[in-house]
T-cell receptor
Framework: DTGVSQDPRHKITKRGQNVTFRCDPI?????LYWYRQTLGQGPEFLTY????????KSRLLSDRFSAERPKGSFSTLEIQRTEQGDSAMYLC????????????FGPGTRLTVL | QKEVEQNSGPLSVPEGAIASLNCTYS??????FFWYRQYSGKSPELIMS????GDKEDGRFTAQLNKASQYVSLLIRDSQPSDSATYLC??????????????FGQGTILTVHP
């Protein structure tokens, strides 16, 4: 399977706990995006990596959120001190190059904060 | 005004009919436009991209773009029950600092009934 993969697919946690999600983009895709989607809404942009550099962060990404992409391959998204409002689907997408705007999404990680 | 707006739906059409999905956007400099299909509980799947004014056809799908009216639409011909899903309109904004992030509408739920 050469698509975008995400792990875990589901995560249930208690309020106040830390969680970390992983995204493996399509091989050789140097542009990676994280989005968050809540029920009944479209995905909302969180952050963007070009190779290992984090070039843009949304205002939605509070200081409890941090993302990394070491070595420009996989990426992780960590949420510290989770809140019930963090419950959502966290989506990772990648695209290959500057002249191609299409983004391909992974299966997502559904987070439930109790 | 939301940046990307879709007709509210839900939209219900009989099998074999044409389904018409509409989207307007506020950023006049937007350059790239996408339609994603999202089945319940799954991640968005790219079905169409369009970059210039006019129509673009791919199988049963036709995307239409009118930049002057800031309007993009998706037509699904010969609708099938398997087309029942949420359809998301996504727009890539203008400017060198957008880094390709997509802004999504809230989605239109389409139901195709036999």
């Amino acid at each position: 399977d050469t698509g975008v993969s995400q792990d875990p697919r589901h995560k249930i946690t208690k309020r106040g706990q830390n969680v970390t999600f992983r995204c493996d983009p399509i091989s050789e895709h140097n542009r990676l995006y994280w989005y968050r989607q809540t029920l009944g809404q479209g995905p909302e942009f969180l952050t963007y990596f070009q190779n290992e550099a984090q070039l843009e962060k949304s205002r939605l990404l509070s200081d409890r959120f941090s993302a990394e992409r070491p070595k420009g391959s996989f990426s992780t998204l960590e949420i510290q001190r989770t809140e019930q409002g963090d419950s959502a689907m966290y989506l990772c997408a990648s695209n290959p190059r500057f002249d191609a705007d299409e983004q391909f999404f992974g299966p997502g990680t559904r987070l439930t904060v109790l | 005004q939301k940046e990307v707006e879709q007709n509210s739906g839900p939209l219900s059409v009989p099998e074999g009919a044409i389904a018409s999905l509409n989207c307007t956007y506020s950023d006049r400099g937007s350059q790239s436009f996408f339609w994603y299909r999202q089945y319940s509980g799954k991640s968005p799947e790219l079905i169409m991209s369009i970059y210039s004014n006019g129509d673009k056809e791919d199988g049963r799908f036709t995307a239409q773009l009118n930049k002057a009216s800031q309007y993009v639409s998706l037509l699904i011909r010969d609708s099938q029950p398997s087309d029942s899903a949420t359809y998301l309109c996504a727009v890539k904004g203008a400017g060198g600092t957008s880094y390709g992030k997509l802004t999504f509408g809230q989605g239109t739920i389409l139901t195709v009934h036999p």
